[in-house]
Every structure is written in C-alpha cells, then in structure tokens.
C-alpha cells in the first residue's frame, strides 16, 4: 500500500485509478491548480532547475528523493499513511468504536469546514511567500524556500483529495473556492488572519515557519487523532514533511542570531543603532518579529472557550496532538480553570477549553528555540534574552480579543497601549530597515550579511552546492511583483540583477 503509483496522471497511493469517478474530478482540477500555481506560486523560477525532495513512498524510511526538479513539474499527488488495522476512535463519545472510512452524515459540515479551514492554508503561504526569491539571502535559503512552497501545494492536494472523495459536489465546490480566495484579497480573502499578512521579508518568512507553521504541526497532530481515518492517515503523513519547515524557521532564527552576535563582537558595542549600521538586524528588532508572529499565531488555536471544539472532540473529529499521553479520554467531568480578562476566573468545561489547552501546549514547544537562541546570547556575553509574548498580547479572537495588554500579558491604558505598539511590533520603519537588508545573494556558498552559513547542506551535499540552477543568472531580471491581491508590489519595476556578497 505504501508504494506511490507515478505512472499515472495524479501520483496516488489510494488506487483513485479504480474510482473513474473521482479520477476524473481530480483530473479536472490539476489544470486548475497549475494555473494557480503559474498564477500565484514562486514567481520568476519556473524554468529553474531546484534541487528538491519528493515522496516516493510513504514509509518512515527512505520515503524521500532528491534530484533537480522545474517546480511546474513537481509531481504533486495524493499520499496516505498507511492504514492501521482495526483502528479504533481514541477519544471522545464514541471512544473505543471503529475509526469511519465514511463520513458520518451528521458530522458532514462540521467535518468538511474543518478539511476547508486546514486546506485554505496551504495555498494561502505560498501566495505570501511569492516574491521572496526576489530577495534571497542564499541559494541555499532559496532552495529550501521552494521546498516549502512544493510541500505547501502537496498540503492542499492532500485536502482536495478528502473533499473530492468524501464530500460530494460541496467537497468539490470548496475545493474550487480553494484556488479562488487569495492572501490578503481584499473581497476573497483567506479564512485566517495570519494567513493574510503581508509577508515580504526573509525574517518574516523563518518566524512564520517558527511559529505558523508550528501551528500546523498542532492542528495536524489533532487531526491525525481524528476517527475520520482518511483525514487522520493524510495528515500523519503531512506532519513529516510539516517538520522541515519549522526547521527552516528555527535555523535561521539561530543564523540571524549568530550573525548579529558576531557583529556586535567585531564592533565590541550592542548598540542596535550600531548593529544596524554593521547591516544586521539588531536583536530588539528581532523580538518584535517574534512578538507579531507569536501573537498572530496564537490567534490560530481560535478562542479560549469554544462550543466548536467541544463538540469537535465529543464527536471523534478531532482530538488533542498526542492523544495517548493523556489519561481521561472523554473529559465529560473535567474543568479547566480560565483567567479572563479582569482577572475573573472561571471554572470552564474541559471539552470548552481545548483550544487553549492546546494554546499552552504549543507556547511550550515555542520555548525550545528561544532558550536555543538565549543560550548562544549568554555565551557571548549579552544580558539582552529573547522572550515570548504572552497569550493575552494583541490578539483578535477570544475573550482578550482587543483587550490592551503589554507582550507581558500587564493590562495597560488603550491610548498607552497604541502608543507604545510600536515598541512592540515591527514599525514601518523597522519594516523598511529589514527590507533594506534584503538584498538577493544567489553565489553558490555566499550569504547576505545579515545571517550566518547553515551548519550543514541538503541531504549530505555541501553549502556551496548550486541547489538551483538557471540557463542564466547574470540577464536575469525581475518581473513585475503582482501580489496575490492583484496589486503591484513595491518592487515592481523590472531591475537588472544586482547582488551583494
Ligand atoms: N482568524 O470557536 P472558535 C497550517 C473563527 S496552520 C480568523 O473560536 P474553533 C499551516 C473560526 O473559524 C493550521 N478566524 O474556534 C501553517 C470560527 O468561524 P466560524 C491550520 C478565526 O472553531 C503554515 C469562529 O472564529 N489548520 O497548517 O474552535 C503554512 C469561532 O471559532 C480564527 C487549522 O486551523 C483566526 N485566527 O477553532 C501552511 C485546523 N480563529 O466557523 C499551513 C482547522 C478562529 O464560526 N481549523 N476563527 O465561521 C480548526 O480546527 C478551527 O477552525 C480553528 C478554530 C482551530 C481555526
């Protein structure tokens, strides 16, 4: 079973060749998608060959193959983990009965805004990261930024496979309406905040794979759990490609980190002016993209008391990551006790309370990098520590929703707040600061100034390997950079390659 079939249109591992049915709607949708992939993916690379990583079965080992690849090309298809035999549900009502190979007609909507909500993501990051290649610090990042993007499109092909096979004309209505809501569209948007964020830098980009795409980690894991097996052997295998982009976030964070370190150490000063003027992105500057990545992801887990994730763990849709490591199953008798704002504390039902079970679960798994990147402060001999917001800060959804609070969680005046946001948060002018540092470096092996070399290549090859190549880099010039809302970008004008080393 766990064999991918690449001879045929769609690489599968779900024998869909013996449905004509479903083969034929998926069919009708690839040129669909690869429109939208001309249209909305990686623009400016598509004749490039990218050394990338693609499934070849779904086994722990040996599941990947590397070789060059035209990202057009990419076989995007449909992988399943293997099934488990005789799988049970493991939480909720019905723990303890057969896992469904059906969806349960009365879980149908609720099932299917789950699989939309999770779909919209994907294509969603790819559209934000668009114009990144633009502005490569390396040719190594840039390798590893189109690994994502390919990984990303899989993701929604993965989706549109439970909506097309499970769910009907609606499924494949949704999963039209995938390809038509566009990051930050002002009339389509997509479903999630943070998806519609403007994303044109690179330290945006390792803090959105640190912190979002951790999200996606926990929200896969929830749904690996699920009693829908075809969604719970879907996103077991999406979680192991998942884990490389957090790497890419939690990499070069540490990169930035190390550069400026050496920086401060070559001009013996810590002053972020300094910093800034040595073209490296001082640490100060460095917490405020934590805090807006941090914050904005904690909007994810949706709000602290919610009916919706009650009822989707009772019902068996989706569970808590890792499962078993809980002992009470069912939570029909637990409480979980809330601080509102004002202090007020509530007695809240465990069932009610599991996005932010789930919140402070994932804040923990955040920390692992920040004491990484503390550790290498310290030893060079900083005082300055990197911290994380707190759940409370600048959120949008819940009961804290628009609630002024410091990124310590202290509640604060609303005029002091907006005033100090900026403290906080990147400003327009930190925001150009960064895009100043931009500058696109393709040498094989070479850096931009602001981030260190990786430890290590792809797949045991050197740093200094050519992971993309083109006919030609030295014409190369940019085309106009049209944002997925359809407007022209602040690097729209076509420029001659010009790069820094
Ligand atoms: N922005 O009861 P509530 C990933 C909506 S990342 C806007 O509080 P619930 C990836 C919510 O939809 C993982 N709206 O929350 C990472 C609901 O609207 P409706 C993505 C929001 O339902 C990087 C209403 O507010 N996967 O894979 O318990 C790169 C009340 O909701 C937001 C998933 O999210 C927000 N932040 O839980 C690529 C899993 N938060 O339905 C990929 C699927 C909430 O009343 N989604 N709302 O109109 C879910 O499990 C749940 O929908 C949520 C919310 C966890 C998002």
Not at 61 to 74: E, R, S, V
Not at 231 to 257: D, K
């Amino acid at each position: 079973m766990s064999a991918i079939n690449y001879a045929e249109k769609i690489p599968n591992n779900v024998n869909i060749g013996g449905d004509r049915t479903l083969q034929r709607a998926l069919e009708h949708w690839q040129p669909r998608f690869l429109q939208w992939w001309g249209e909305m993916g990686p623009s400016d690379f598509k004749s490039a060959d990218v050394y990338l990583r693609t499934a070849i079965s779904v086994d722990a080992q040996g599941w990947a193959h590397y070789g060059a690849t035209k990202m057009p090309d990419y076989r995007w298809g449909i992988f399943l983990a293997d099934a488990t035999p005789e799988r049970k549900i493991g939480f909720g009502d019905a723990m303890g009965q057969p896992v469904w190979q059906q969806v349960p007609g009365e879980y149908r909507s609720t099932l299917r805004r789950l699989i939309v909500t999770q779909g919209d993501t994907e294509p969603a990051s790819v559209e934000q990261q668009r114009l990144l290649g633009h502005t490569c610090p390396s040719m190594y990042d840039l390798r590893n930024l189109f690994q994502i993007n390919v990984e990303e499109g899989r993701h929604l092909w993965a989706m549109v496979y439970l909506l097309h096979a499970y769910f009907g004309r609606d499924g494949r209505e949704e999963a039209e309406e995938l390809l038509a809501r566009h990051s930050g569209d002002a009339d389509k948007p997509r479903i999630l905040t943070t998806f519609n964020e403007p994303m044109s830098d690179w330290l945006s980009l390792f803090c959105f794979t640190y912190f979002t795409d951790r999200d996606g980690k926990y929200q896969l894991k929830s749904f690996a759990e699920s009693a829908f097996d075809p969604l719970s052997r879907t996103c077991r295998f999406m979680l192991t490609e998942e884990a490389h982009h957090m790497f890419v976030g939690e990499t070069g964070i540490s990169r930035v980190v190390k550069r400026t370190l050496e920086v401060m150490k070559e001009i013996g000063s810590d002053d972020p002016a300094r910093v800034r003027a040595k073209g490296a992105v001082d640490l100060q500057t460095l917490q405020k993209y934590l805090n807006f990545w941090c914050s904005s992801s904690l909007d994810l887990f949706g709000s602290e008391i919610s009916s919706n994730s009650a009822a989707a763990f009772a019902s068996g849709m989706k569970g808590r990551p890792d499962e078993t490591q809980y002992e009470d199953h069912v939570l029909r008798s637990s409480v979980f006790e809330m601080t509102l704002p004002d202090e007020k504390k509530e007695q809240v039902p465990m069932l009610n309370a599991l996005n932010e079970v789930m919140r402070e679960s994932y804040l923990k798994d955040c920390e692992i990098g920040l004491k990484r990147w503390n550790r290498m402060i310290e030893r060079a001999g900083h005082a300055l520590r990197l911290t994380l917001p707190s759940s409370r800060f600048r959120r949008s959804i819940g009961p804290w929703a628009g609630v002024p609070v410091d990124p310590q969680g202290k509640p604060l005046e609303k005029s002091l707040y907006e005033k100090r946001l900026s403290e906080w948060i990147p400003s327009p002018s930190d925001r150009a600061f960064v895009q100043s540092l931009m500058q696109r470096v393709i040498e094989p092996g070479k850096m931009a100034g602001w981030i260190a070399p990786p430890e290590r290549g792809i797949n045991n090859l050197p740093v200094e390997y050519e992971y993309v190549r083109r006919r030609s880099w030295s014409s190369w010039t940019i085309s106009p950079g049209v944002l997925p809302n359809g407007k022209s970008s602040a690097r729209s004008t076509r420029r001659k390659r010009t790069t820094a080393a």
